[in-house]
């Protein structure tokens, strides 16, 4: 199987070496000289900006895009995949985007004669190296049974979700509710034992050996506590993520106040310049406090 992967930051690396590891000829496509060299390096068939080269011989292609835009230009645009593929081919959407543009990106591949899932992601970065990711899907069956050694190289676990494009997108919008919340609360309390004068590694340790604790905490308040926020996810993912939480409940008419307040943290952390630095830094919106400061982000 020939299969191509779109994106190859933290977690498309990830499942693409996967997928090299599962024996499939795999192909990366990424903007980035640097990202594509590394592929290569790691085993992958080959790697380029875009796919035109390769696209007719692919089986299968994933998408692991930041956003819709980039989803829609690599599929659509100038340089686009879409056109230069075989008719029904599967195309793997698991970018995190609104449902609205879920639908919208699988009638356009439905009418270039392809076909899509739409299958969100999560795990982080050492997850989809592992092969081991939690895909949240949905579509047609027959698409399952056309990406199934994908998904069987990429993840540890899939959820079908339902046959009806949009529903991926939508469980995985509310997952993003809760780890965006969980880390803002997190920061939160992490504030507030600095405001305190209790050390951070102390209450570390006590929250991960109690209920308090979460995954997100665990594993973003190291980062606090190290003071080193090198980017696993960044600050800028979650104002979009959340943003696009929000936006899912404006369209229900439905409230969501914690969403909103933590879409208003990470929002503040991004306009205060930590855009770009690890999703744990929304912490800085605390003022007055003395937080440790490795000088890495």
Not at 150 to 173: F, P
Not at 199 to 223: C, I, K, Q
Request: contains cysteine; proline residues 4%; glycine residues 10%.
């Amino acid at each position: 199987m020939r299969v191509a992967v779109v994106g190859l930051g933290s977690m498309g690396m990830g499942a693409a070496t996967s997928c090299v590891a599962a024996g499939l000829t795999t192909y990366g496509i990424d903007p980035r000289d640097s990202a594509c060299e590394a592929f290569v390096e790691a085993g992958g068939a080959g790697a380029a900006s875009d796919g035109r080269d390769f696209a007719g011989d692919l089986d299968a292609v994933i998408l692991l895009t930041v956003n819709a835009a980039q989803c829609r230009d690599a599929l659509f645009g100038e340089k686009g995949l879409a056109a230069h593929l075989k008719a029904g081919t599967p195309v793997m959407v698991s970018a995190t985007i609104s449902v609205a543009d879920a639908k919208a990106i699988a009638a356009e591949l439905e009418a270039a004669g392809l076909t899509m899932l739409d299958a969100p992601v999560s795990g982080g970065a050492a997850r989809a190296a592992a092969g081991e990711m939690t895909v949240m899907a949905a579509g047609p069956a027959a698409v399952f049974d056309q990406l199934q050694p994908v998904l069987d190289a990429v993840a540890g676990k899939v959820y079908r979700i339902s046959e009806k494009i949009g529903d991926g997108a939508t469980v995985k919008i509310i997952h993003q509710l809760l780890a965006g919340v969980h880390i803002a609360a997190g920061a939160e309390a992490m504030a507030l034992a600095a405001k305190a004068n209790i050390p951070l590694e102390t209450m570390y340790d006590v929250v991960t050996n109690a209920a308090g604790n979460s995954w997100m905490f665990e594993n973003r308040m190291r980062h606090v506590v190290d003071g080193d926020y090198t980017p696993t996810s960044m600050v800028d993912i979650f104002v979009k993520d959340l943003g696009l939480v929000t936006e899912t409940g404006l369209s229900m008419k439905f409230p969501l106040p914690l969403a909103t307040t933590a879409y208003s943290m990470f929002a503040t952390a991004s306009n205060a310049g930590y855009g770009q630095w690890d999703d744990s830094a929304v912490i800085k919106v605390f003022p007055g406090i003395d937080l440790p400061d490795s000088g890495k982000h």
